[in-house]
T-cell receptor
Framework: KAGVTQTPRYLIKTRGQQVTLSCSPISGHRSVSWYQQTPGQGLQFLFEYFSETQRNKGNFPGRFSGRQFSNSRSEMNVSTLELGDSALYLC????????????FGPGTRLTVT | AQSVTQPDIHITVSEGASLELRCNYSYGATPYLFWYVQSPGQGLQLLLKYFSGDTLVQGIKGFEAEFKRSQSSFNLRKPSVHWSDAAEYFCAFRSNDYKLSFGAGTTVTVRA
């Protein structure tokens, strides 16, 4: 069974631009979560989607948004990029509401210049 | 506040020696606890998990962890480390609102 895939793997953007990252969960998994990883702040929860609905959200500004499609694939969008948004963005999927193991993708490395 | 703490930022261990990584949690009820490993430039790989029941859990790659409620700890152990175990290790806790909260991580260096 294929793992969690994320595209693109690397991205360079300019301050003020917007970016969309994509995540395809493990087949059959219905929950997708997004995390931001930086050297200073570590791993921080962004949001989680289950059955196309945002179930939970972390403490990030409204510039960070996401969505989930009917096939469980998810996208996250960051608008008006700031230098501090440079990070590794990780997507994780889990089977269903009652299953707590999350399986992570390789991440998208975003660099904002 | 619900959280996990990893007291050790960096540990150096000789190949073949034993390894123990510490994790302390703060939560009122029985927590859902995990250990993940991250190699440079990679995502996180789940090593093992604790939900309930047997307090000694076995994971992949020869790792095990012991849940000790009295000490609010969930320490990760490996009897004999290999050079390929050099990585960053994260303890994580999942609360009832499904969010995973991670510790700051422990970087393990393996010397020959």
């Amino acid at each position: 069974k294929a793992g969690v895939t994320q595209t693109p793997r690397y991205l360079i953007k300019t301050r003020g631009q917007q970016v969309t990252l994509s995540c395809s969960p493990i087949s059959g998994h219905r929950s997708v979560s997004w995390y931001q990883q930086t050297p200073g702040q570590g791993l921080q929860f962004l949001f989680e989607y289950f059955s196309e609905t945002q179930r939970n959200k972390g403490n990030f500004p409204g510039r960070f948004s996401g969505r989930q499609f009917s096939n469980s694939r998810s996208e996250m969008n960051v608008s008006t990029l700031e230098l501090g948004d440079s990070a590794l963005y990780l997507c994780a999927s889990s089977l269903a509401k009652g299953h707590y193991e999350q399986y992570f993708g390789p991440g998208t490395r975003l660099t904002v210049t | 506040a619900q959280s996990v703490t990893q007291p050790d930022i960096h540990i150096t261990v000789s190949e073949g020696a034993s390894l123990e990584l510490r994790c302390n949690y703060s939560y009122g009820a029985t927590p859902y606890l995990f250990w993940y490993v991250q190699s440079p430039g990679q995502g996180l790989q789940l090593l093992l998990k604790y939900f309930s029941g047997d307090t000694l859990v076995q994971g992949i790659k020869g790792f095990e962890a012991e849940f000790k409620r009295s000490q609010s700890s969930f320490n990760l152990r490996k009897p004999s480390v290999h050079w390929s175990d050099a990585a960053e290790y994260f303890c994580a806790f999942r609360s009832n609102d499904y969010k995973l909260s991670f510790g700051a991580g422990t970087t393990v260096t393996v010397r020959a």
